[in-house]
């Protein structure tokens, strides 16, 4: 097989869009890792384990010899070769070059797994790294489809499941032949033709027996994988939700869920280690049948007097030799084949196409004003169910625009529709009259921040969380983004600093905490145009007035799309957009659609009774504890 191509990963989408049988295609793919076209010195490295794997194999069909002169020379047979010096050939010194041929087997092989070492990793690297990049490629309609812990699931196993597939075909594969082929001429010159048919049988039917009881396993294999999926899932799931599991008090409902996902697995588990104990029972069966026919038959030929105890032994000692081999092409059978099943989830991940994808040559956006402008959008994640119906409106530079409406109106589907995780079913969006599907994802998104209803920070420090806007920015940046964001002192307060743990999903900070990070964070990465999806309504009425002042400083000067829940918090928007059902029913300013006394001002009434209510039951409360002191 001669894969040549400069890009691995390109040509490994070339085949996962081939047709061939996945064992086959498979293979190739690997093949690529296994001898990479523009890494001389990993083919180097390949060639050296190859020659020490060779040499190992030749030895270990010479030492039988070595082992058969020695019991000859104790029993005191007179059939050693002839011509060699008699040092070489007294007991002693045979027993010992037997034992040390065993040891330099022991040697090379070694020697040939730490030179590999480096080409299997590099295989494991390149293939985790481009299955990580792929999934960052996918379109956010397939991730929110998707069980996190499931996928990372899949992909764990099949990590695993590569080096041992890389290893075992690149050094066990072809040489393991070769030393069948050997064997066979030994035993062959030695002992003679029907040594060699029964030999060939038993290898035959060994193959034979593998591989038809190693495919049944793989059904099985297939199960026991779904069955770890499933409980994963539900272990990474219910972690993740820690909190809500002590709110609701269901701790036993989630071990009930994760034992249940246990159980499946369990059995499965069961039904694999049950199949493959009958493996090798038929296996050894097999081996010590071919074994025990062809001792009989040096037996009988040591009483006809045509053999000497010394071929007996070697005759032991090579079938000895050969089970190892036997046994472990049945294992690199099952551990590719299994290896396959572990590693076809996450091809099938590599050959799922994202939905959004640049043009070729698209050039790259330059904001110089940061104009939007929605013409007639129109969009359905299905088609039975429309989001948005003909949507049109502009965001001038450096102006502010906010879009409110009841939940379902489709204001969270504009950001999503700006960033282009979707794009539009009809109409266009552009900014400075070019339209974002005419420029890379990349560098459409470099030009937006965006500060989410939802901050979800990396389980990492402060300074890595903040630093994300802007990955080269210095302490100095860093700090004034902090500063700007009103987070600063907070942070300096901190034992830690700016190296303090956020925890997992950010939970070791407030809500509100975690929103200033949000807003330093896209701060420090400076962009043109500014989102702000609903950034204040989760949160208390005195943090969100804290917030919104440091939302006013992020957003000056910048062209700023605001999502709204709370209306009090766009009261000073250039314009409002009223969307309902998908459709722009009012628009104006905060005075003027409370003039029109339709469905903003009913919304300001509704939400202005809330705070009011809100605001008395506060007071009752104040007023309570005061009695109590």
């Not at 191509?5 to 295609?25: C, G, V, W």
């Amino acid at each position: 097989m001669n894969i040549q191509h400069s890009d691995p990963s390109q040509k490994t989408r070339e085949m996962l869009n081939a047709d061939d049988a996945s064992i086959f295609r498979s293979l190739k793919i690997l093949w690529i890792y296994m001898w990479p076209t523009a890494r001389p010195d990993l083919k180097r490295r390949v060639v050296w384990a190859l020659a020490a794997l060779m040499l190992a194999k030749i030895v270990t069909v010479l030492s039988p010899y070595l082992y058969a002169w020695a019991t000859d020379a104790l029993t005191g047979a007179d059939v050693l070769p002839a011509g060699l010096p008699p040092i070489l050939v007294a007991p002693v010194m045979l027993v010992i070059a037997y034992n040390v041929t065993r040891l330099l087997v022991v040697v090379m092989n070694q020697v040939r797994d730490a030179i590999f070492a480096r080409v299997g990793l590099n295989a494991v690297r390149q293939l985790a790294s481009l299955t990580f990049e792929h999934l960052h490629q996918l379109s956010l309609s397939y991730h929110l489809s998707r069980r996190t812990g499931g996928l990372t699931r899949v992909i764990d196993r099949a990590i695993k499941g590569i080096e041992g597939i890389v290893r075992f075909t690149i050094l066990n594969g072809i040489p393991t032949i070769i030393e069948f082929a050997l064997m066979a001429a030994v035993i062959w010159y030695q002992f003679g033709f029907w040594y060699v048919v029964v030999v060939a049988t038993t290898v035959v039917a060994y193959f034979y027996y593998t591989v038809s009881a190693s495919n049944k396993r793989i059904q099985i294999r297939r199960a026991m994988n779904e069955a770890d999926n499933d409980a994963n899932t539900k272990s990474v799931d219910s972690l993740l939700n820690f909190e809500t599991v002590k709110y609701f008090g269901n701790e036993k409902l989630e071990h009930s869920r994760f034992d249940h996902a246990m159980e499946g697995y369990e059995g499965a588990a069961i039904k694999t280690w049950t199949s493959l104990a009958w493996l090798n029972i038929g296996q050894a069966a097999i081996l010590g049948t071919g074994t025990a026919i062809c001792m009989v038959m040096s037996a009988i030929a040591i009483q006809e007097g045509t053999q000497s105890i010394g071929d007996f032994v070697m005759i032991n000692a090579l079938l000895l030799q050969l089970s190892m081999p036997l046994n472990f092409i049945g294992y690199i059978y099952r551990e590719i084949r299994q290896g396959i099943a572990d590693m076809e989830a996450m091809f099938a991940v590599l050959a799922v196409k994202p939905e959004i994808v640049d043009k070729p040559n698209a050039k790259e956006l330059t904001v110089e004003q940061g104009t939007i402008r929605f013409d007639n959008v129109h969009f359905h994640y299905e088609a039975a169910r429309p989001i948005l119906k003909g949507i049109s409106f502009e965001v001038p530079a450096g102006s502010t625009i906010a879009i409110v409406g009841p939940s379902g109106a489709g204001k969270s589907t504009i950001s999503r529709l700006l960033f282009r995780f979707y794009d539009v079913t009809e109409g266009a969006i552009t900014i400075d009259g070019v339209d974002v599907r005419d420029v890379p994802q990349k560098s459409l998104r470099q030009n937006i921040g965006m500060v989410p209803q939802d901050t979800v920070l990396f389980n990492d420090t402060i300074a890595y969380n903040l630093r994300y806007g802007r990955p080269e920015a210095t302490d100095a940046q860093l700090k004034e983004a902090a500063h700007l964001a009103q987070i600063d002192t907070f942070i300096q307060n901190l034992p830690d600093a700016y190296e303090s743990q956020v925890g997992e999903r950010g939970l070791k900070l407030s809500g509100g905490e975690k929103q200033r990070v949000a807003i330093a964070r896209t701060l420090l990465k400076g962009p043109p145009i500014l989102i702000l999806d609903e950034a204040t309504s989760a949160l208390d009425t005195h943090t969100e007035r804290e917030i919104q002042s440091a939302l006013d400083i992020v957003s000056k000067d910048r062209t700023t799309l605001v999502i709204a829940h709370r209306l009090s918090t766009v009261v000073n928007a250039d314009l409002i957009l009223v969307l309902d059902h998908g459709q722009a029913v009012e628009q104006g300013t905060h005075a003027q659609l409370l003039a029109q006394g339709g469905l903003y001002a009913s919304m300001w009434n509704r939400q202005r009774e809330v705070d009011e209510a809100v605001a008395k039951l506060e007071e009752i409360r104040k007023q309570g504890e005061g009695l109590t002191t």
